[in-house]
């Protein structure tokens, strides 16, 4: 809506955020949590609590919240409109409808069913393409795989990373994903083929991959560098160094 600001001080558990209202100058009670993105433009704030209850907050309800029941701890959430799409550590990732306040769908990778609480196979990232008709997700399984929406079939699966990617990446045209992981690589795939098209070798685990410069680059931060490469020959372009203080 353009009329609230976030302020947020502290971390942790001692992290405190308000909703600050710019047109009446009125400041929301304190909330404990952590911001994370936004949903149909208003600030969302996710506050994960040890009783097992996710927080959803929004200026229109800055007083309460949504709950979002989970057996695990926030590992990554994603928007569109008025779903959200959260993955947490107990293998599974919810399509959660905020205006109902229920789960419309739950999926997860491979036989998470069978796999232990903070076990194998937790989603560690999720993504919705432009359109909001495909989900994309990384697994501990080492898989990343593409899902349609809001069916939640799985319609792709990539092979070739050697340990657990960490996030993944729509291009903008929807043809091609970038992935990141902890085997010091990222990987760009090919969407029709589910091939990878340039593998990325790096020093250190890759934290992030996207892409960049309408999709003619791709950039990685790896340790303390972040790494620009050529999208069209995979080749490193420039690396940024920034030493540890």
């Known amino acids: ?25 009125s400041i929301g009670d304190v909330i404990r949590g952590q911001y994370l993105g936004k949903a149909d433009g208003e600030p969302i704030i996710i506050e994960e609590f040890n009783s097992g209850r996710i927080y959803i907050y929004s200026p229109s309800s ?23 799409l959260i993955s947490t550590t107990e293998g599974l ?11 419309s769908k739950v999926f997860g990778h491979s036989d998470y069913t069978k796999s232990p609480f903070h076990g194998k196979y937790m989603i560690r990232d999720v993504q919705m ?7 994309a997700t990384v697994g501990d399984d080492n898989l990343v795989k593409l899902w349609s929406y809001p069916e ?29 992981s902890y085997d010091k690589t990222n990987i760009l ?9 340039h593998i990325m070798r790096h020093e250190e685990s890759v934290g992030l991959a996207e892409f960049i410069n309408n999709d003619k680059n791709i950039m990685t931060i790896s340790g303390h560098d972040v ?8 080749k490193q372009i420039r690396t940024m160094h920034f030493a540890s203080t």
């Open 1 to 25: 809506t353009g009329t609230h600001v976030i302020a947020k001080s502290g971390s942790g558990s001692q992290s405190e955020i308000r909703l600050l209202n710019i047109n009446e100058g």
């Open 62 to 84: 800055p007083s309460g919240g949504i709950g979002v029941p989970t057996q695990g701890s926030l590992i990554d959430i994603d928007f569109k409109g008025d779903k959200a």
């Open 93 to 103: 990732t919810r399509l959660w409808n905020i205006g109902t306040d229920e789960t």
């Open 129 to 135: 393409n432009i359109d909001g008709n495909i989900v």
């Open 152 to 180: 939640f079939s799985e319609i792709g699966t990539f092979i070739g990373h050697q340990d657990e990617p960490h996030t993944v990446r729509f291009s903008s045209d929807e043809k091609y994903i970038v992935s990141s």
């Open 189 to 197: 795939w090919e969407v029709k083929t589910q091939r990878p098209i």
């Open 227 to 234: 790494i620009i490469w050529s999208s069209h020959s995979g």
